[in-house]
């Protein structure tokens, strides 16, 4: 098992490394100044991101294309490290398109639209032209156990008619959002994993109203601000119905393999600057007649956090490379390694979580201040473990995939009775 960079993932590597701190970086402060303070666009976004397509740094997440399909069709695996470098700042995904959650929706058209609905809805996501979003979870049912989601998706006629409401829809509440994939109930009398379908459902539809604009923990995502929706007799053309009647859960896993594994590499992103942070800040200050950094506890959480982000990262590379090498990138790939996947997904936002809650004790009270980007890590690290299932679920399912080996059973008289 090889993790070393192969030579044309160091390549864009290097490319992306030096795009980045050429055209991005040095817009962050301006970005901060427009989005953060003022709540307005960012006015050089197009530029940059006519600049990253020209530059071919364009859909960089995106393994399967079509050919005329603009992208570079990278592995898992050669994506990661280009991943890492886009996730040191919140906002950098969307130069180069490879924003949540218009990459998983991307790949959930990729693998379950028709054509039409790839020309019309997987086009524009694909050119920048339009951003969307998903709408899964629900504000009056645990949305962990998924069988429970209740919107309502009836067939009438030659429509579909939608009753509900969704919240914490990540990018539902942007302004250019066009349109959003809703997960709801079709058939309540099948089997409960059948019972539910996706249907792909335009944001200017008569009855969809954005009841309120989100925030987690205080905090913004400002890329793909978060919406609660209501929709109201909602009425769109059966041709929307994404994959069949009854395939939501596995339009929904679709999305959410790739989801989990892109948030979790530009996690590892994150705390990569989070430890720069806190070596810089702890060398700058004194306490005591000596500097920070000189402390033994101050020196203990730096190495313990650069000791977890490596594990962190192995363990992202491992399931990126389990997935290239399964062939595929969509529903098999993601149900194949799905112990994998969900490892990770437990794994990487604790690591997070611990690493900005150092490095906010070594900022002291300007780690929790605007100045910085620690609190909103320690914000996104903590949604992380309930966004695209919760912890509890991962480990459950981690657990039912665990075997216990037969030696076990026969030196043990009390499992073996127990278990005979």
Sequence with gaps: MDFAFSERSETWRTRLQS?????VLQRHRAWLDHVVARGEAAPFM???????????????????LAPDEPGTRLSNLEYAPLAEIMGRLFWASEVFNCQAPD???MIALQNCATPAQKQRWLRPLLDAETRSAFG???????????TNIATTIRRDGDHYLINGRKWFITGAAHPRCSFLIVLGRTNPDVERTRQHSCVIVPMAASGVRLVRRLR????????????ELAFDNVRV????LLGEEGDGFRVAQVRLGPARIHHCMRSIG???LLIELMMARAAERSAFGRPVIQYDTVQRWIAESRVELEQARLLTYRCAW??????HHGADSAMKNWRDVSLIKVAVPVVLQRIADRALQVFGAMGGSDDTPIHQALAWGRLLRIGDGPDEVHLRQIFKMETMPPWTIAASPYLASRLA
Excluded: Y
């Design 103 to 105: 990459v998983p929706n």
């Design 46 to 64: 197009d530029e940059l991101q006519q600049k990253a397509r020209a530059a071919g740094l364009w859909n960089l997440a995106l393994p399967e």
């Design 216 to 227: 987690w923990m205080g905090c913004e995502d400002h890329v793909a601000p978060i919406g």
């Design 136 to 146: 899964m979870t629900e504000p009056d049912v645990a949305s962990s156990d998924a």
């Design 322 to 327: 389990l997935l290239d090498r399964s062939g």
């Design 237 to 240: 053309p059966v041709e929307n």
């Design 19 to 23: 795009f980045f701190e050429r055209e």
């Design 270 to 272: 994150l705390c990569e």
